[in-house]
T-cell receptor, first 116, second 112 residues
Framework: AQSVTQLGSHVSVSEGALVLLRCNYS??????LFWYVQYPNQGLQLLLK??????LVKGINGFEAEFKKSETSFHLTKPSAHMSDAAEYFC??????????????FGKGTHLIIQP | EPEVTQTPSHQVTQMGQEVILRCVPI?????FYWYRQILGQKVEFLVS????????KSEIFDDQFSVERPDGSNFTLKIRSTKLEDSAMYFC??????????FGEGSRLTVL
């Protein structure tokens, strides 16, 4: 079984400050890891993904995440927050079993608040 | 940019009624999924569908739920007899490769 834990249901940062959203995973097989963003009244948009290539992954909107196997973590960062980054962020895990249709297991989400 | 389209965006129904939620996937995608998000809670996996059959389903996906792709384009989720606790946002997702999901904007179901 797989699981994802996102520390902090709400994170507040000032505009221009570093954004750090934490994600720890549990998986008995090598994981694929994802960060999704959800803006109000919209669906989930893929920010970035880790699929066993480079451990530092760059995504859209200036976000990046680093896969650390020893820490079972996949934290999301952005050097300088913008007001437009305010949204709900979800970390998700799956495994590629070869069958190809494994569903994602999501964390509970972190609501990012940007203070002006 | 291709996108996953879901209809209706919002449906209100009486308890015990049947509901069908529809999804038009991105054209070259082969994997199809339904997720739901109860207000204030996390996104939960319901079911995955590949090669015209269910690949995986969660404990939530009981006999009240069914999925099909009747005409090779629309991917539907049917809830046979809705309960109050079925009220949620239902997201369709599709993928060309395993794990790389693209989500629709969701269908909000309100059961009264």
């Amino acid at each position: 079984a797989q699981s994802v834990t996102q520390l902090g249901s709400h994170v507040s940062v000032s505009e221009g400050a570093l954004v750090l959203l934490r994600c720890n995973y549990s998986s008995s097989v090598p994981p694929y890891l994802f960060w999704y963003v959800q803006y109000p009244n919209q669906g989930l948009q893929l920010l970035l993904k880790y699929t066993s290539a480079a451990t530092l992954v760059k995504g859209i909107n200036g976000f990046e995440a680093e896969f650390k196997k020893s820490e079972t973590s996949f934290h999301l960062t952005k050097p300088s927050a913008h007001m437009s980054d305010a949204a709900e962020y979800f970390c998700a895990v799956t495994s590629y079993s070869g069958g190809g249709a494994d569903g994602l297991t999501f964390g509970k989400g972190t609501h990012l608040i940007i203070q002006p | 940019e291709p996108e996953v389209t879901q209809t209706p965006s919002h449906q209100v129904t009486q308890m015990g009624q049947e509901v069908i939620l529809r999804c038009v996937p991105i054209s070259n995608h082969l994997y199809f999924y339904w997720y739901r998000q109860i207000l204030g809670q996390k996104v939960e996996f319901l079911v995955s569908f590949y090669n015209n059959e269910i690949s995986e389903k969660s404990e939530i996906f009981d006999d009240q739920f069914s999925v099909e792709r009747p005409d090779g384009s629309n991917f539907t989720l049917k809830i046979r007899s809705t309960k109050l606790e079925d009220s949620a946002m239902y997201f369709c997702a599709t993928a060309r490769r395993a794990g790389e999901l693209f989500f629709g904007e969701g269908s909000r179901l309100t059961v009264l």
